[in-house]
T-cell receptor, first 112, second 116 residues
Framework: DQQVKQNSPSLSVQEGRISILNCDYT??????FLWYKKYPAEGPTFLIS?????DKNEDGRFTVFLNKSAKHLSLHIVPSQPGDSAVYFC???????????FGDGTTLTVKP | EAGVTQFPSHSVIEKGQTVTLRCDPI?????LYWYRRVMGKEIKFLLH????????ESGMPNNRFLAERTGGTYSTLKVQPAELEDSGVYFC??????????????FGSGTRLTVV
C-alpha cells in the first residue's frame, strides 16, 4: 500500500494565481518531507523541504505547510509562472534511513 | 560541480537479454541511490549505497537485479535476464554524508529502459 499519496494527478492554474499541490502520508514515523520538481526527460530536482518539528517553511515563491495530525502537507506557489509547469513529487523519509518514499506526482500546468 | 550522470539515456532490449545501467554520482557524495519509475507511477526506491557498501537493498524486486558500486565511486545496475515488467525509467541519485537527518538528493536524468 502506498505510504505517500498525491491524489490529484493534474492541476491547471492561470499565471499569477496560486497553485496548491497536496500530499497525504500514512506512516507516522516519517519526519522529513520534500518536494521535487521534474521537467520532461530530466531527473527530479529538489525544491523545498520541511522537518516534522516545523509546520511551515518558505523559500521565495514556494511555501510548504505540514499538518502532522492530519498527515498532510501542501506546496503553495505564489505567484505561479508558466515556467513552473512540471511534475511535482512529494517525498517523505524516516529518521536516518536515507531512502525517501515518493508519491505518484502531480502535473502542474500554468497557463499564460 | 558536475551533476549526476547516467548512461545510457535510453535502452531498448529484448526480453531475456541483459542490460547494465551506469551511474556516476557527484564527486565526494558517499550516498548513492537507485530508484525506478514505472508507467508514470511513483518513484520507487530500489537500493542505497554508502560508499561501496549496500546500506539498504529492500527495494530490489528480485534476484534478476544486481547493483554494485566499485570503490565507492560509480555504480552499475544490471538486469539479467530482463522481463517486460522491468520497463521504466531508472533514476540514480546521490547525496553527501550526513550526521543526522536526511539530505536532499541530486538526481540524474534517468535511463529509460524498454523491454520488448
Amino acid at each position: 500500500d502506498q505510504q505517500v499519496k498525491q491524489n490529484s494527478p493534474s492541476l491547471s492554474v492561470q499565471e499569477g494565481r496560486i497553485s496548491i499541490l497536496n500530499c497525504d502520508y500514512t506512516n507516522s514515523m516519517f519526519d522529513y518531507f520534500l518536494w521535487y520538481k521534474k521537467y520532461p526527460a530530466e531527473g527530479p530536482t529538489f525544491l523545498i523541504s520541511i522537518s516534522s518539528i516545523k509546520d511551515k517553511n518558505e523559500d521565495g515563491r514556494f511555501t510548504v505547510f505540514l499538518n502532522k495530525s492530519a498527515k498532510h502537507l501542501s506546496l503553495h506557489i505564489v505567484p505561479s509562472q508558466p515556467g513552473d509547469s512540471a511534475v511535482y513529487f512529494c517525498a517523505a523519509s524516516e529518521g536516518n534511513a536515507g531512502k525517501s518514499t515518493f508519491g505518484d506526482g502531480t502535473t502542474l500546468t500554468v497557463k499564460p | 560541480e558536475a551533476g549526476v550522470t547516467q548512461f545510457p539515456s535510453h535502452s531498448v532490449i529484448e526480453k531475456g537479454q541483459t542490460v547494465t545501467l551506469r551511474c556516476d554520482p557527484i564527486s565526494g557524495h558517499d550516498n548513492l541511490y537507485w530508484y525506478r519509475r514505472v508507467m508514470g507511477k511513483e518513484i520507487k526506491f530500489l537500493l542505497h549505497f554508502v560508499k561501496e557498501s549496500k546500506q539498504d537493498e529492500s527495494g530490489m524486486p528480485n534476484n534478476r537485479f544486481l547493483a554494485e558500486r566499485t570503490g565507492g565511486t560509480y555504480s552499475t545496475l544490471k538486469v539479467q535476464p530482463a522481463e517486460l515488467e522491468d520497463s521504466g525509467v531508472y533514476f540514480c541519485a546521490s547525496s553527501p554524508f550526513w550526521t543526522g537527518g536526511t539530505y536532499r538528493y541530486t538526481f540524474g536524468s534517468g535511463t529509460r529502459l524498454t523491454v520488448v
